[in-house]
């Protein structure tokens, strides 16, 4: 497999203090790359800094070929980033929203159309599309974002807690999407603190915490090693061997 | 260029909200009301005053001095009876002053001793019109005297105009401006130029307090919102995204000053006719002073402004950054009001080239101060204090769009905040 996504050595620091120690991993093309830990492991720092949020403060981060700090422009041109907390323009309609961002991405009206029609459908929110952002549920605003998140069908789709804050339909039909959509040859690097949904949808899981891949591997290769029934308690038997 | 214009758009489309244009449409019925209040006021204080007089003399030179008076504007309503009846009789009525010519008021006139007339004002309320009742008294004893001492001079001096003894001293008055010098009033020069110009500076404080207050707003409500992050993300440079922020509260500010002065102008202009005709008698006298404004000059005027609208905007776009949500924003508006208030008050009150070399650089150190003086330098010749005004806030924009674009262009973008409590600022 082709990795599209390769990160070496990639540390963060916030002041004086150490958000990421040097963590390094590989996204394969048409594959799902979960980071799984605990909140402040470093999951989301390290997401923000391949969505071109933040800087790194050492190591290298590739993405089809193209470097990080040199090319951030490239990165953003293939990459659709989902932060855990976000909104959408509350005076919007959701399909005006679609329509903003997809423009950022289209070349031509074909293009855009496409774009626009892939979002609706993604967030299957019919009719409701047509109502102003601001009336809508946590959940709806969250299935619009994961429209526009994946709409462009980009190379690599960053999603931060993609679930987060959703009930347990709305967390399911979120999940069976991603995972039809990598079905059509789009990377995912996703992470969560719910390593039971990570379980489900990741070809390959990191174990991160205080800055550092513990383990990495396929959930069941993780199993096996640490003769768990999930990831949870692969989790915990990581940590505790590692401490 | 494509994705800079459709983020302009929706950077617009985000401004010009229902809020926006409720509490534009609110301020100009408001100010049409407080128009058609203040000239109906203007207008009763401008009209002939109606005056009650009781003549108590009833003699040829009491006549004569009612006659006088009307001459003089004033509409009289003449009364008849005791004092004290017609004193309380008209407190029923609208009628705002009462002049008593006492009895034997001819007797002493002839005697050339003094007499004492009599006037009751009444007061029923605080208003322009009211508070002209001292005006009105004034110009009514200036015509009774006026009356008075030309039936005594006549008497006296029948073949002398009695103007002439009254004000044997003639005025030629001259105003120089720089090297020019014409014939003509300073005070009526002073005013017209003051007429013409005491809108600017609140048209300029508007346009600067809007425009930072937008940009500020904007920015603080996209980290609000959480949507700043997603953008953030979006194929397009950070400057951009910086510059199309700055640009539509620039043009939207610009366009909620025009309004908020159209509905100010509505609401505080007064009857022109008057001011015109004066300004057009003063004309060649103003263009012999170099005292007129040419296109060059409001081009010139134009760059001023728009430099400072553009410090105004850089300095906005890094606090907005520093928000991290609509309340703090408005905070964070605070200093940028004061800043703007020291030139607009100095402009009204003061004069800067009066003023100790200390002050001064402080006054001109705030960006905003150059155009608030742009006007009065170019008219009267202080051009090197202009063009250095120019320079400064050209140099100081350069400095603050680097910086903002340095810190849009980096994590300080998502991570600097403003900490109230610690009182500094966290990178």
């Known amino acids: 497999m082709t990795p599209v996504l390769e990160v070496e050595s990639l540390k963060k620091n916030y002041g004086q203090l150490p958000a990421l120690k040097g963590i390094s991993f590989k996204v394969d093309q048409g594959e799902i790359f979960g980071l799984i830990g605990p909140n402040g492991a470093g999951k989301t720092t390290t997401l923000r800094i391949i969505a071109t949020l933040l800087t790194p403060s050492d190591g290298r981060v590739s993405f089809l070929g193209f470097d990080l700090k040199k090319d951030p422009e490239k990165f953003r041109e293939k990459i659709s980033y989902l932060p855990e907390e976000a909104g959408a323009y509350r005076n919007m309609k959701g399909l005006d929203y679609l329509e903003f961002m997809a423009r950022f991405y289209a070349n031509n009206g074909v293009e855009l159309k496409e774009y626009i029609s892939r979002g609706e459908q993604i967030s299957d929110l019919g009719a409701r599309l047509k109502d102003k952002v601001g009336t809508y549920s946590k959940g709806m605003t969250r299935k619009l974002l994961l429209g526009r998140a994946l709409m462009t069908k980009p190379a690599l789709a960053i999603l931060d807690e993609p679930t987060s804050g959703l009930d347990v339909i709305n967390s399911l039909e979120v999940r069976e999407t991603i995972k039809s959509f990598v079905k059509q040859g789009i990377s995912v690097l996703l992470s969560s603190h719910n390593m039971l949904e990570v379980e489900f949808l990741s070809d390959r899981v990191a174990l991160i915490d205080q800055g550092q891949i513990l383990d990495a591997g396929s959930p069941q290769e993780l199993k096996e090693k640490y003769q768990a029934p999930n990831l949870e308690i692969v989790f915990k038997s990581c940590v505790r061997s590692n401490s | 260029m494509k994705n800079f214009g459709h983020l302009l758009i929706k950077e617009i489309k985000e401004l010009i909200n229902k809020q926006l244009i409720i509490s534009l449409v609110l301020m100009l019925l408001i100010f049409s009301f407080i128009g058609n209040v203040t000239k109906k006021e203007m207008k009763k204080a401008i009209a002939r005053q109606k005056i009650a007089v009781l003549d108590l003399d009833q003699s040829e030179l009491s006549k004569d001095l009612i006659g006088a008076l009307n001459m003089a504007n004033f509409i009289i309503e003449e009364q008849a009876g005791e004092k004290e009846d017609v004193i309380k009789k008209l407190q029923m009525t609208d009628l705002g002053l009462l002049v008593v010519i006492p009895s034997g008021f001819s007797q002493e006139v002839s005697n050339f001793k003094p007499v004492e007339v009599e006037t009751y004002s009444y007061l029923r309320g605080i208003s322009i019109s009211g508070s002209r009742?001292?005006?009105?008294?004034?110009?009514?004893?200036?015509?009774?005297?006026?009356?008075?001492?030309?039936?005594?001079?006549?008497?006296?001096?029948?073949?002398?105009?009695?103007?002439?003894?009254?004000?044997?001293?003639?005025?030629?008055?001259?105003?120089?401006?720089?090297?020019?010098?014409?014939?003509?009033?300073?005070?009526?020069?002073?005013?017209?130029?003051?007429?013409?110009?005491?809108?600017?500076?609140?048209?300029?404080?508007?346009?600067?307090?809007?425009?930072?207050?937008m940009v500020i707003t904007a920015i603080a409500m996209e980290k609000q919102?959480?949507?700043?992050?997603?953008?953030?993300?979006?194929?397009?440079?950070?400057?951009?995204?910086?510059?199309?922020?700055?640009?539509?509260?620039?043009?939207?500010?610009?366009?909620?000053?025009?309004?908020?002065?159209?509905?100010?102008?509505?609401?505080?202009?007064?009857?022109?006719?008057?001011?015109?005709?004066?300004?057009?008698?003063?004309?060649?006298?103003?263009?012999?002073?170099?005292?007129?404004?040419?296109?060059?000059?409001?081009?010139?005027?134009?760059?001023?402004?728009?430099?400072?609208?553009?410090?105004?905007?850089?300095?906005?776009?890094?606090?907005?950054?520093l928000a991290e949500d609509y309340r703090t924003a408005q905070s964070l508006n605070i200093p940028l009001v004061f800043l703007v208030l020291v030139p607009y008050f100095i402009s009204l009150f003061a004069d800067i080239n009066t003023m100790s070399l200390p002050a001064k650089i402080l006054v001109l150190a705030i960006p905003f101060s150059h155009p608030f003086f742009a006007m009065q330098n170019m008219m009267f010749g202080h051009m090197q204090m202009f063009w250095l005004g120019l320079v400064y806030n050209f140099v100081f924009v350069a400095v603050m769009l680097i910086w903002t674009a340095r810190i849009f262009a980096t994590d300080r973008v998502l991570t600097m905040k403003l900490k109230w409590r610690r009182k500094k600022i966290v990178l």
């Open chain 2, 133 to 213: 009742t001292s005006e009105v008294v004034k110009a009514l004893l200036n015509t009774t005297n006026d009356f008075l001492s030309n039936q005594y001079l006549k008497k006296r001096l029948p073949d002398i105009n009695p103007a002439e003894i009254k004000s044997p001293i003639k005025n030629r008055e001259f105003i120089l401006v720089k090297e020019r010098m014409a014939q003509g009033s300073s005070a009526a020069v002073i005013g017209t130029l003051y007429a013409q110009s005491y809108l600017l500076p609140i048209i300029l404080m508007m346009i600067i307090m809007y425009s930072s207050q």
């Open chain 2, 225 to 321: 919102n959480k949507t700043l992050e997603t953008l953030l993300t979006v194929p397009i440079s950070r400057q951009a995204i910086a510059m199309a922020k700055m640009l539509a509260a620039g043009l939207v500010g610009l366009l909620s000053a025009a309004i908020y002065l159209y509905g100010f102008k509505m609401a505080f202009s007064f009857p022109t006719e008057e001011l015109s005709s004066v300004t057009g008698g003063l004309a060649p006298i103003l263009k012999q002073l170099g005292l007129t404004i040419d296109t060059q000059d409001y081009a010139l005027f134009g760059l001023s402004l728009f430099l400072a609208i553009l410090c105004a905007l850089s300095i906005a776009t890094i606090l907005g950054v």
